[in-house]
């Protein structure tokens, strides 16, 4: 089933969530709408629900107009972050509640929903629970089960509101790899809302970057984090050093050149050096923290006293400090394999790997 949005407007008193938004999505295809708090991803999926109404635009299902359809005519299937289960039924009774509510003319037979029901139950492999209650189950359990209720009564689209936003860190990964399987196997149309950057590079087909109610880039992970439409964008999506002007000076010079533009660096893509070289910045080494297999770097530049984050991995760096005396107070240089670079008025002028061409 695909889904087509159409200069589709929604506002709440003076707040503007969806400004003129046009979006293809195509059949099969799993879609994370990313963005921060108020950037307008929940009302917009809301909105392709039909949970709420837009103030003007048009949403197409496959084609046809499906606008002012409610929810029961679209076919959706809805996850919350907060599992909405029902705390009274067994697990087997919540995935089947959908199918029993079912008119009598197309409600499946007892026989057609147990053997649906423990399907679904073994697909998302929690089929050894299905006599126990919500309470009696993990955070990551409840939020599969929500999952298989979902899909209990077939959707053409399934939508999911921050699924994983209430779970710890470690069951969050574990479901993501999941939820990516799932979807690998079923190819039911899927639009999930999130504002989790790893979530959404690492679970989506593609990444629909949403800020102040407006689509900022759409494209695939790869795409949006190599290739940034916008400094909102790039800043989004991972830790960036920020440089008004170009970046570096010529050997030995310390004053900044003038220039309207703002260089972006992301902390992965300098390199640390002894000595000056052209593209280079003159820096001095503030500290070091290690957190598991990476290791950050602070340094302080000479030129205006800011300071720039360096990312590497841990063996990395032990290397690196063995080699260039690395410690509190060392002047080193740091060299750009990357500059991505914005004129003003946010135009991207040029995303380069070649530090002669940085300065």
Request: proline share 6%.
């Amino acid at each position: 089933m695909s889904i087509e949005i159409r200069n589709l407007n929604k506002r709440f008193g003076a707040t503007v969530v969806c400004d003129q938004i046009n979006l293809d999505i195509p059949s099969g295809e799993l879609v994370a709408l990313l963005g921060p708090s108020g950037s307008g991803k929940t009302s917009l999926l809301r909105i392709i629900a039909g949970l709420e109404l837009p103030d003007s635009g048009e949403v197409h299902f496959h084609g046809a107009d499906a606008t002012y359809d409610d929810v029961r005519q679209r076919n959706v299937g809805f996850v919350f972050q907060h599992y909405a289960l029902f705390g009274h039924m067994s697990i087997f009774e919540n995935v089947a509640f959908g199918l029993r509510v079912r008119p009598k003319a197309t409600r499946p037979t007892e026989a057609q929903i147990r053997e649906k029901v423990m399907s679904l139950l073994k697909l998302v492999q929690l089929d050894w629970l299905a006599d126990r209650y919500p309470h009696q189950l993990s955070g990551g359990q409840r939020q599969r089960i929500a999952l298989a209720r979902a899909l209990a009564v077939e959707p053409k689209v399934l939508l999911l509101d921050e699924p994983f936003g209430a779970l710890d860190a470690k069951v969050r990964k574990e479901l993501r790899r999941w939820l990516r399987r799932l979807h690998d196997e079923m190819h039911v149309t899927s639009v999930f809302v999130t504002h989790d950057q790893d979530e959404a590079m690492e679970v989506a087909d593609r990444v629909v970057v949403m800020n102040q109610g407006r689509i900022e880039q759409d494209g695939t992970p790869d795409q949006v984090y190599d290739h940034p439409a916008t400094p909102f964008v790039l800043q989004f999506l991972g830790d960036v050093n920020l440089f008004h002007g170009r970046f570096g000076h010529p050997p030995g010079g310390l004053e900044p050149e003038e220039s309207n533009e703002v260089s972006y660096v992301r902390p992965h893509e300098l390199e640390v050096i002894a000595g000056p070289r052209e593209g280079s910045l003159p820096v001095i080494l503030s500290q070091a923290l290690t957190v598991g297999p990476r290791t950050r770097i602070e340094f302080k530049r000479l030129d205006d006293g800011s300071y720039v984050d360096v990312e590497m991995a841990r063996n990395d760096y032990i290397a690196l400090r063995d080699r260039l005396g690395l410690r509190t107070g060392i002047q080193v240089h740091l060299l750009p394999r990357r500059v991505t670079r914005f004129a003003a008025g946010a135009s991207v002028v040029e995303s380069s790997a070649d530090p002669a061409a940085m300065i």
